[in-house]
């Protein structure tokens, strides 16, 4: 019988892309420099991802892998004031209970010898060995959903998909993550490695987006600097001057009557540098270029940069979806200002 661990696991890493997106932001949180994504056949087989960060201290062994662990978070206060991806402590413990997990770490002072840490699936450390390493932390997925059968026949179904969904989805991180190298490869059946994504360390966000999408798109942008400030709306809950100033930075298409089709997969949004989903940020963008006649989607590259009080990223459990506490008032000055 399954254990309701694994069921409840099951909300954090729903599937392919979950696990990318919880272990990229460990790289992240951890001051990576060069972040590589390996998958062996798709994701199917293995998925892994290798940081330089700070590595794992030895007092954390034990615990990180366990239910509800985290060391980002030391008081409840600093949930309003949170600047990690992470803080939940679900990603490590979930992966263990769906997967066949070990991860490798070594703090500065520990390598070239690092520690290589194999869990049970309730997130309990098993083994412990020393192995050769650099600093940083390599983990690594092993059989995704080996252990729920439906949910693994759901995955090698939809694979070629998903891991679409992963390469877009890293491609946000990657265009955003200045002074990131992003490495994405994956090794098919018959050992074949295809690149899908790879950028360099200290990289201008035209350069990133030049590589992720070509050296052509840059022809076609503009910059995106708009300043907004705004009277708080009748439904906004919040009136203090510093949440109702927002900086937006970064590309969108230049304003040319009959240009940029169907680029709608190429809108990129994020808060505070967090890639996110926020549909009528999404909409006023698609809105204004249409209203000119312009093009139908526009490229968009743009970065939310607003006080941590303004929004609330915890509704969901990916952390994807942004709660703006006053978006009627932010879309009607961001409308005016495009
Ligand atoms: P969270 O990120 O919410 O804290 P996770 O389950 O993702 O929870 O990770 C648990 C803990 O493991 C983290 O708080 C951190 O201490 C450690 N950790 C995980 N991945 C890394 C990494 N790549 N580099 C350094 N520490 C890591
Ligand atoms: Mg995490």
């Known amino acids: 019988a399954r254990s309701v661990h694994q069921i409840q696991s099951g909300q954090v890493i729903v599937d392919l892309c979950s696990v990318v997106k919880e272990l990229v932001e460990n790289s992240l949180d951890a001051g990576a420099t060069s972040i590589e994504v390996r998958f062996k056949n798709d994701g199917l087989d293995l998925i892994e991802v290798q940081d330089n960060g700070s590595g794992i201290a030895p007092q954390n062994y034990e615990s990180i892998a366990l239910k509800h662990y985290t060391s980002k978070l030391s008081s409840y206060d600093d949930l309003t004031s949170l600047t990690t991806f992470g803080f939940r402590g679900e990603a490590l413990s979930s992966l263990c209970a769906v997967s ?46 080996s252990t729920l059968p439906v949910r693994r026949r759901e995955l090698e179904k939809n694979i070629k998909r998903e891991l679409g969904k992963v390469v877009t989805l890293l491609n946000e991180y990657a265009c955003i993550s200045t002074g ?32 992720v999408y070509g050296a052509k798109t840059l022809l076609t942008l503009i910059p995106l600097e708009l300043d907004l400030e705004f ?5 906004g809950k919040r ?3 510093e949440l109702n100033e927002i900086r937006v930075r970064g590309h969108v298409s230049r304003p040319v009557v009959g240009e940029g089709r169907g680029t709608r997969d190429r809108q990129m949004y994020y808060v505070n540098s967090r890639p996110c989903g926020i ?16 093009s139908q989607a526009p490229f968009v590259l743009a970065d939310f940069q607003m006080d941590t009080n303004a929004y609330d990223v915890n509704v969901s459990p990916d ?20």
Request: glycine share 2%; aromatic share 6%.
């Open 231 to 235: 009277e708080p709306s009748a439904t």
């Open 279 to 294: 549909p009528q940020i999404a909409k006023a963008f698609n809105e204004v270029y249409k209203s000119y006649n312009l």
């Open 239 to 241: 009136v203090d001057r």
């Open 100 to 145: 066949d997990f070990h991860i490798v770490t070594a703090q500065a002072d520990q390598a070239p010898k690092a520690n290589k840490l194999e869990f049970e699936r309730s997130g309990k450390l098993k083994n412990k060995q020393i192995v050769a390493g650099q600093r940083g932390t390599t983990s690594s997925a092993v059989n995704l959903f």
């Open 180 to 211: 990131v190298r992003f490495n994405v490869k994956n090794t098919d059946a018959k050992r074949k490695t295809i690149m899908l994504l790879s950028t360099k360390a200290n990289a201008t966000m035209k350069e990133n987006i030049a590589n």
């Open 319 to 338: 952390k994807r979806t942004i709660l703006l506490h006053d978006s009627a008032a932010l879309i009607e000055s961001l409308k005016n200002a495009l």
